[in-house]
């Protein structure tokens, strides 16, 4: 069944490959966040209260990457990730945004251009970057007002997240990954960047794949995958899909 919040609709299954989670396991998955932590905060709010209602233990939480960026707390955000330690029940996947920003922080100019293009300057503002530097454009400028601000061991942090994890069936991952290939064998970039191989495909990637990345305005169930990026810097709606068993709802903000 597909819920949003607490009100239940029908969930229409095109799966190819078994969809279901171990026995006594509940995960809930949430989209691309990007710097957005009102709703954030919002999101996990609604999801206590729907799992209250639910019962059952405790549910994991599984962040699927691209979390800075494009939003105004992009930093209040991951010293909010960092401070899940590794019994908190929470895993932080690698978006490709945060592979531009380690890029940008750890390389020269270029990787610096491309990372502000894509929405790192409210980033490096939140970090306390001044204003006044990343209006004037002088990339060499603000590639070293960030060295001397942003945070090393930050840095450290995003650059170890992981790629993906698996579940039961489910594989969450920020991208998708590229058909044909097995999991092992992937190339980081596709799973963080990969779209219109792995969008359109329909084949039987040897689980169910959980993804964002790709942004819609609703979310995309297919026969072998779901999309929950539902674009909440620009749309104002942060997405959740939880899994229990071999049922699925969502929650959105």
């Known amino acids: 069944m597909l819920s949003r919040a607490s009100s239940l609709l029908p969930w229409k299954r095109r799966s190819a490959v078994p969809t279901a989670l171990p026995a ?4 809930c998955a949430i989209g691309d966040i990007h710097g957005c932590l009102d709703m954030f905060g919002h999101l996990l709010e609604r999801i206590d209260e729907d799992l209250a ?3 059952g233990g405790a549910t ?7 979390f800075i960026d494009r939003g105004p707390d992009s930093a209040a955000l991951v010293e909010l990730l960092r401070a899940f330690d590794a019994d908190s029940g929470v895993t932080v ?20 251009a491309l990372w502000l293009g ?22 060499e400028a603000i590639a070293a007002a960030a060295r001397d601000i942003v945070p090393q061991d930050a840095i450290a942090w995003l650059e170890a997240l992981p790629h993906y994890k698996i579940v039961g069936d489910y ?7 590229r058909p044909g290939v097995p999991i092992a064998d992937q190339d980081p970039r596709d799973l963080l960047w990969i779209r219109d191989e792995f969008l359109d495909s329909k084949a039987d990637h040897g689980h169910f794949v959980i993804h964002g990345h790709s ?11 779901i999309g929950i990026d539902t674009g909440a810097y620009w749309t104002g709606r942060l997405t959740a899909l939880c899994l229990e068993g071999t049922d699925r709802w969502l929650i959105s903000t």
């Open 60 to 66: 994991e939480v599984v962040i699927l990457g691209d």
């Open 215 to 225: 942004a819609t305005e609703q979310v995309q169930e297919r026969r072998n995958r």
């Open 53 to 55: 209602m639910r019962g």
């Open 24 to 27: 006594g396991q509940r995960v």
């Open 93 to 112: 996947l690698m978006g490709n945004h945060e592979a531009m920003a380690v890029d940008a922080l750890r390389g020269g100019d270029e990787a610096m």
């Open 118 to 139: 894509n929405g790192g300057g409210e980033t490096l503002e939140s970090w306390g970057v001044p204003p006044a530097v990343l209006d004037a454009g002088d990339v």
């Open 171 to 177: 594989l969450f991952v920020h991208a998708g990954v």
